[in-house]
């Protein structure tokens, strides 16, 4: 249901721009991400500054959405982060979807206050981060299309973790009807992602990057008998935003 009834309600927004996606299943598909401010954690690791947003209205937002579609031929929008999940969204997301947009998520998987839209069928891609250092919080979303975990850590605790995770998220059921081919099933895909960023935190995209690859290939082999795939940064790799 509508969470608002206003085209001025404002939303905290960093930045809205055209890029590729560079992660997970849509990895190289082009889009238009809407990044908002503010987070629920505070990741250490975290490479995306979050804390610099503006207030825009929807209108706003949907006239920068619709400049950039029409300027780069582009009819799908991200809402990144931050997490976006944290904010009333869903009037936003209705009027875009009206438009005709293909509108994918990406959440950290801890604020379960939009899941009307996932009811509603509103979004076409739920991509969840669940975040190893933050793992006492998990008690909202269930359900994503698919699940990033970035190999923060080395261990079998880690490992444990990601295994839980796995038996506890399904994949949402409206792409359920569309998984009857051999790529998808009831579950949502599985992705690790290396940490690429050093203990010192500099040098976030180095020449050599055994200091991120490594630990995730250790964790990659302990769990690719169960249906897990290794997702790098394509856009950090291709340098571009």
Known sequence: MPQNNQTNFTLPVVEIFHSIQGE?????????????????????????????????????????????????????????????????????????????????????????????????????????????????????????SEIRIVCSDVNDNFIDWCKKIQKRFTAPVFHQAMMGNKYFNKEPLFYLSPCDIKPDKVNKINKDCSFAIQPMLYIYNKLKDDGWRISLQLHKLMKVR
């Not at 990741?43 to 825009?56: R, V, Y």
């Not at 991200?78 to 997490?83: D, N, P, Q």
């Not at 009206?98 to 998987?109: A, S």
């Open 24 to 144: 997970g299943y849509n990895a190289g598909k082009p889009v238009i991400f809407v990044r908002f401010g503010g987070c629920n954690l505070n990741c250490p690791w975290c490479d995306t500054d979050w804390s610099k947003s503006k207030q825009m209205t929807e209108k706003a937002i949907i006239e920068k959405v619709s400049k950039l579609s029409k300027e780069y031929n582009c009819d799908n929008i991200i809402f990144t982060g931050g997490e976006p999940m944290m904010y009333a969204i869903y009037n936003l997301v209705q009027a875009l979807k009206i438009k005709g947009f293909w509108i994918g998520v990406e959440t950290n998987g801890i604020s379960d206050g939009n899941n009307q839209l996932i009811l509603d069928n509103l979004i076409d891609w739920i991509s969840c981060s669940p975040k190893y250092e933050f793992r006492d919080k998990y008690l909202g979303l269930m359900a994503a």
